[in-house]
């Protein structure tokens, strides 16, 4: 499969990519890992005139431990993070959502973390090449006026918001650092997110996302992520779920759950928190309400744009929310204990 | 007993380290000078006339060469049916069909030249549920052939199968299905067509069959007006077969369309989503079955009715029926058995053979139905199956010999290492299947033989031309080591030219795990007059009794007196370079002693039958219906292990191809249109998935094969999927039904077993179906 | 298309190439190079036979842009051995019945030799890992994970 023409661009700094950027505008972009850019290229899904590298951009490849947390630059590879031990050992359920991208020789290597984040949407109906869809009708995100995961048919793109790491990074209050030419501008990591199908990120496009903030996690806080698929490996998820809890003594204090690859953009579910707050941790039937909670809010996002049957779908928005609530709360209660 | 030097070795494969080293040439790093690329342009529609075809644009673009529709090509028909041209003129019936082809500079060139070409289609109805297309006002995929029920004839019926219903003790019956799910060759199909000045035709391309297909592209020259031509055909290292190239498909001949109308050489490849949409698929089946047994579980009658969703073309699949026949009337004792099978066109891709050839979805409903009726007869599941065991000497009803058989002791064996009896954790439960398949060639053709040709070199080293053919299996191997220990050779100085139709001689193909068999005995009865002629002229240089002329270690020696002895190589050159001095050449052609079926479908289609069973313990998450695969034992009856190692290789990975049948792989159809056509969304197992195997090799050392061997290339995915499904019955009580036994078909599954309103998701339109 | 300066090793060699931006490094190894023992099977990066070694880490080939590898260290399946002396990994791939049809042989390879390059002491979980991007339909993976496991232990034991 050959990729369609475009011209190339290799700035040496981030001033001089935010300055192309800002020539180029919606002609250019971005190329970091390439895993999944260059794959919709080859489909012909996009045909960006410029690809912006940003293989030279070092000041973007640094992972720094500060006072409040993690700086971590958008353009440090998955493997980096992966052999992170302080990650590992400090932000488990960042840790394990990062090992859940893809598999090692895919992703890992050349997929960077801002890659993950700004990952477009996904559909069963848009994520297929010029020749499969050269049958019907664009859809929405195709530009387009129809969508084939909508049964009847919607005036909006219902794809799916595929990132691994994103979930459990929101529940987690990460920041990132968007910059353009002019301007400088830090925001919630949930803030990136538009829900909008056709352009899930809130990006200009001149603005490129520079930088990952992680805050620090106090003892008693417990983090994890849980992703469901049909096989060990190369899979995107059918239902993750990022979570957060933070308990005192015995009882949960603060409960935080993101639903992600169900909706147009990530879910947050902040119906469980009421839910979980003031019972003990161990609270099988409270923990259970949760997972039903998430269900029933994320149900009505559910839309036919991945090969799974919707009712499974819907069904394993509790199971995963329910592990991923468990899982962090398992280890809020083992940070305790060391 | 005799000391093997070659057989029974752990032989790595012979051509293993030219792909470890990057040297070995697939069709996709061929090239030959001046080649052009061609591309196919595929419908748009699952059912539709084509109205017309406007090439200008493609025809003006620099750089192409040629552009072809149906009408500029001669009538050329494919398919067991002829049914099937290589560019449809007229009407399309499937989304895969070829409707015009391009041959360019390169490709680009030649992709963009498919882009302008302008097709005016109207569509038709169609119609994409085999049960659907048997009713009389369903739309007609071939107006000409009246009806879309295939005019086939599987139909038999040996004993009295209603009276053995009277007299059944215990009965159950059920109906099971099974979908569409693809070969992927990890090496994509591609072909490359040239023709010389004379207009003879060489294409290389991958292929399980040089013989027939050279015969297929001598009728597409012969369509051409090349009526005295010739036509070679020349295999280049071929990326994984498992019966996806037992037939010829379009692009091959349209590669030689191109080629011919180019005077060019042609190169074809497809990509990924090519290899999804244009090759073939297993055929999706609906099976009702009805078992019963007496009260001590004697099996008594058997009755099958089959839909086979044949798709839009006929290919060999519509020819599945004639080996599901096979475990139908011959897995266990069965005395009466009846199977009715209809193939039916629609409007969905057409599909072809695949891995065990009808028999894993024979195997399947009949398995799970074994368990099912030993659950009603309240006997072991494992004694049941003993009970009714196949066992030597049997002759089945549908007149298969029996010779050898260690299914027996592979149902022993499974029980014995998978420990069946032990005590279960919640959610994790056990379960067996076996199998019986042809083991010794499969009379389908008029010819079930093969050729072998072995010249010997003047420096002690043999050239081995085979009809076989080797995808990855490693017949080269097996048939190195089969002359080398005949010769007394090193299997290294045996070399196996199996690519090339001008030099190798003639073969059915690789199919129906006969090749070790059939091209494994031609070898060795070529071998074997060699070495009569080695024996006698060593016999007069030595000065011995040919009786003790030994061949061993590259040496001719005396069994008396192992000291006079003589490098073979120095015998050969002195019967070469002497005055009336000979060649030392011999050949063989072996067609095994087995029959074709009858008007009754009886016959002993094969010399000899493989026989196996496999076990496996599997763990349910109740709460997502992943299943987890904890151990596995897969116990073979091969006759005799000729290199365990490559034997191995067809286990392990015959297993897991069956373990990804079984729960994870499906090209998902959308009204004809397949909607993963890519490694994210089919679901091909990784290495992660691998699973702990235990092989158990039963030898029985049959008469028939060579040093006793039987085939072992399909057994490994035949029994996969009842064994899991009769495993998962036994974790968590809920019995599956269809293939692939998915996670959210296990929960809907069990949400019924728990009495919560949902019948399960219905196979067809894999919706969840509310219970009347 | 303009076509850009690309300085480039493989497999030892310094090459001086002028490439167009849109072409991958597996077209360029494969084209300009003929060094055809990296794959295409799918083209999207899922079945990781173009996987080759960049700077001692697996990529795939298929989706790096030849251009991003500029300056880059480039191993492939053609560079493993040293002269006649195989690579002990491919030696193991052959002794043990990792290869069958071959087509998924040389990533499985680079893939498995970047993870031992790296990694001293590599445990089975190492190993499916550093596989699991890798798709083979001949081998049902077994025979390819123990080639590697052995490969790992001997050279444990050689130190």
Redesign the interface.
């Known amino acids: 499969m050959r990729l369609p023409a475009f011209a190339y661009e290799q700035p040496k700094n981030l001033e001089e990519a935010l300055e192309i950027l800002n020539t180029r505008g919606s002609a250019g972009k971005i190329l970091a890992g390439g895993t999944d850019l260059l794959v919709r290229m080859k489909q012909n899904s996009i045909h960006p005139e410029y690809l912006i590298s940003l293989k030279n951009l070092s000041s973007l490849t640094t992972i720094q431990e500060t006072e409040d947390g993690l700086r971590i630059g958008a353009g440090v590879t998955l493997a980096d993070i992966l052999k992170n031990k302080m990650i590992q050992n400090r932000w488990p359920g960042f840790y394990e959502a990062v090992a859940a991208i893809g598999a090692p020789s895919i992703q890992h290597f050349r997929g960077t973390i801002g890659g993950n984040l700004c990952q477009d949407n996904r559909c069963q109906f848009f994520n297929q090449s010029g020749f499969f869809k050269g049958v019907r009708q664009s859809c929405n995100k195709a530009g387009g006026k129809t969508c084939y995961a909508w049964e009847g048919g919607s005036d909006r793109c219902h794809s799916i918001f595929p990132s691994d790491a994103a979930p459990v990074l929101i529940a987690m209050d990460a920041h990132v650092e968007v910059q353009s030419k002019n301007d400088k501008r830090v925001m919630p990591l949930m803030d990136l997110y538009s829900s909008i199908g056709e352009h899930p990120l809130v990006l200009a496009d001149n603005e490129i996302l520079t930088e990952l903030t992680i805050p620090n996690l106090t003892p008693n806080v417990g983090t994890a992520f849980e992703k469901l698929t049909y096989r060990s490996a190369i899979d995107y998820a059918i239902v993750s779920a990022g979570a957060l809890v933070q308990t005192d003594g015995d009882k949960v204090v603060k409960a935080r759950l993101v639903i992600g690859a169900v909706s147009r953009g990530p879910l947050a579910i902040p119906a469980i928190e009421p839910i979980l707050k003031n019972n003990p941790a161990g609270d099988e039937q409270a923990i259970e309400e949760a997972g039903t909670i998430a269900m029933k809010t994320a149900e009505a996002f559910i839309a036919n744009n991945m090969s799974q049957p919707a009712d499974y779908r819907i069904q394993m928005i509790a199971v995963t929310a329910r592990r991923a609530i468990k899982k962090a709360l398992s280890r809020a209660g083992a940070m305790e204990d060391r | 007993m005799h000391e093997f030097t070659a057989i029974g070795k752990?032989v790595?494969?012979v051509?293993?380290?030219?792909?470890?080293?990057?040297?070995?040439?697939?069709i996709?790093?061929v090239k030959l000078p001046g080649m052009l690329y061609g591309k196919i342009l595929?419908s748009?529609?699952p059912h539709a006339r084509i109205v017309k075809i406007n090439t200008d644009k493609a025809k003006a673009l620099p750089g192409v060469r040629v552009v072809l529709t149906g009408d500029d090509i001669p009538p050329i028909r494919m398919g067991v049916y002829k049914d099937n041209p290589p560019l449809k003129s007229g009407k399309v019936r499937s989304?895969r069909d070829e409707v015009a082809a391009v041959a360019a500079v390169d490709?680009?060139t030649a992709?963009k030249a498919i882009d302008l070409i302008e097709v005016t289609y109207e569509a038709l109805p169609a119609v994409f549920d085999p049960e659907e297309a048997m009713q009389s006002e369903a739309p007609l995929v071939h107006e000409e052939h009246k009806t879309n029920i295939l005019k086939m004839p599987w139909k038999l019926h040996y004993g009295d199968v209603e009276a053995a219903k009277s007299e059944s003790a215990f009965q159950v019956n059920d109906r099971f299905t099974t979908t569409w799910v693809t070969?992927?060759?990890?090496?994509?199909s591609g072909a490359i067509a040239e023709f010389d000045h004379s207009n003879n035709l060489t294409i290389y391309t991958n292929t399980q069959i040089p013989s027939l297909a050279q015969k297929d592209f001598l009728e597409t020259l012969k369509a051409l007006g090349l009526k005295e031509k010739r036509a070679r055909v020349i295999k280049p290292?071929?990326?994984?077969?498992?019966g996806s190239k037992l037939d010829t498909y379009a692009y091959e001949h349209v590669c030689i369309l191109l080629a011919w109308n180019a005077r060019r050489p042609v190169k074809l490849t497809f990509?990924?989503?090519e290899e999804f949409i244009a090759t073939s698929t297993r055929q999706p089946t609906i099976t009702d079955i009805a078992m019963g047994c007496d009260k001590d579980g004697k099996l008594l009658f058997r009755d099958i009715t089959m839909i086979l969703d044949n798709g839009a073309y006929t290919s060999w699949g519509v020819t599945t029926p004639s080996v599901m026949m096979l475990p139908i009337s011959s897995l266990y004792r069965v005395p009466n058995v009846r199977y009715e099978a209809k193939c039916v066109y629609t409007n969905n891709t057409y599909s072809q053979a695949m891995r065990g050839y009808g028999n894993p979805q024979a195997t399947f409903a009949i398995e799970s139905l074994m368990d099912m009726l030993a659950e009603k007869a309240g006997i072991d599941r494992v004694e049941f199956r003993r009970i009714n065991s196949n066992q030597p000497g049997d002759v089945t009803p549908q007149c298969f010999k029996i010779t050898t058989c260690g299914l027996p002791e592979c149902i022993d064996a499974v029980a014995d290492k998978l420990n069946m009896d032990a005590e279960k954790e919640k959610g994790v439960g056990v379960g067996l299947a076996s199998l019986i398949h042809v083991g010794g060639g499969a009379r389908i053709y008029k010819s079930d033989g093969c050729g072998t040709i072995i010249k010997m070199d003047d420096y002690g080293k043999a050239n081995v031309f085979t009809g076989a053919s080797d995808?990855?299996?490693?017949s080269e191997t097996v048939i190195a080591q089969i002359v080398a220990e005949q010769l007394g050779l090193k299997v290294e100085d045996v070399h196996v030219i199996h690519q090339d139709t001008d030099v190798c001689p003639w073969d059915v193909g690789a199919h129906a795990s006969r090749t070790t068999f059939v091209a494994g005995n031609s070898a060795l009865c070529a071998a074997i007059k060699i070495k009569k002629r080695l024996v006698d002229l060593g016999a007069e240089a030595l000065k011995v009794d040919p009786k003790d002329v030994v061949l061993q270690d590259r040496f001719i020696f005396s069994k008396t007196d192992r000291e006079t002895s003589m490098p073979i190589s120095k015998l050969l050159r002195s019967s070469h370079f002497t005055h009336g001095g000979q060649m030392m050449m011999a050949d063989h052609f072996y067609d095994p002693a087995n029959e074709n079926l009858g008007r009754d479908f009886k016959g002993n289609m094969s010399a000899t039958y493989s026989f196996g069973a496999h076990g496996v313990r599997v763990k349910v998450d109740e709460?997502?219906?992943k299943v987890e695969i904890l151990d596995y034992v897969a116990a073979h009856d091969v006759g005799r292990a000729i290199n365990p190692?490559?034997l191995?290789?067809q286990v392990?990975?015959?297993?897991?191809?069956g373990i990804g049948y079984a729960l994870?792989e499906q090209v998902?159809s959308d009204k004809g249109?397949n909607?993963?056509?890519?490694?994210?969304?089919y679901?091909?197992?990784?290495?992660?998935?691998?699973?702990s195997?235990q092989p158990v090799v039963i030898e029985t050392i049959d008469e028939d094969g060579p040093y006793g061997a039987k085939g072992i290339g399909e057994p490994g995915c035949v029994p996969t999927a009842p064994a899991i499904a009769n495993a998962i019955y036994d974790a968590i009580g809920v019995r599956m039904k269809d293939l692939p036994i998915?996670?959210?078909r296990i929960?809907?599954a069990l949400k019924k077993k728990k009495g919560v309103d949902s019948c399960g998701?219905d196979p067809l339109t894999?919706?969840?179906q509310k219970c009347d | 298309m303009n076509k850009l300066p690309l300085e480039i090793t493989v497999n030892g060699d310094p090459y001086s190439l002028s490439v167009e931006p849109n072409r991958t490094l597996l077209e360029v190894l494969r084209e300009d190079l003929n060094l055809t023992g990296a794959k295409e099977g799918c083209g999207e990066g899922v079945c990781g036979s173009c996987t080759v070694l960049m700077n001692g880490d697996p990529v795939r080939s298929c989706l790096t842009l030849a251009l991003e590898a500029a300056g880059a260290n480039i191993v492939t399946v053609e560079g493993l051995a040293k002269g006649d002396e195989l690579d002990p990994l491919q030696q193991s791939f052959i002794d043990h019945g990792a290869v069958q049809c071959g087509f998924c042989t040389s990533g499985m390879l680079m893939s498995a030799k970047g993870l031992l390059q790296k990694e001293k002491n590599v445990s089975d979980q190492d190993i499916l890992k550093a596989l699991s991007g890798h798709i083979c339909r001949c081998t049902g993976y077994t025979k390819i994970i123990e080639a590697v496991k052995a490969t790992a232990d001997g050279s444990k034991q050689k130190r």
């Open positions: 752990r790595p494969k051509d293993a380290i030219d792909k470890a080293t990057g040297r070995a040439q697939y996709q790093d595929y748009k529609y989304y490709l680009e992709k070969h992927c060759c990890m090496g994509t290292y071929i990326g994984g077969g498992f990509d990924r989503e995808m990855g299996q490693g709460e997502t219906g190692l490559l191995d290789g392990y990975g015959g297993v897991l191809m994870t998902v249109k909607m993963n056509p890519d490694f994210r969304d679901k091909v197992l990784t290495a992660k998935d691998a699973i195997l998915t996670p959210e929960l809907a998701i894999d919706k969840e």
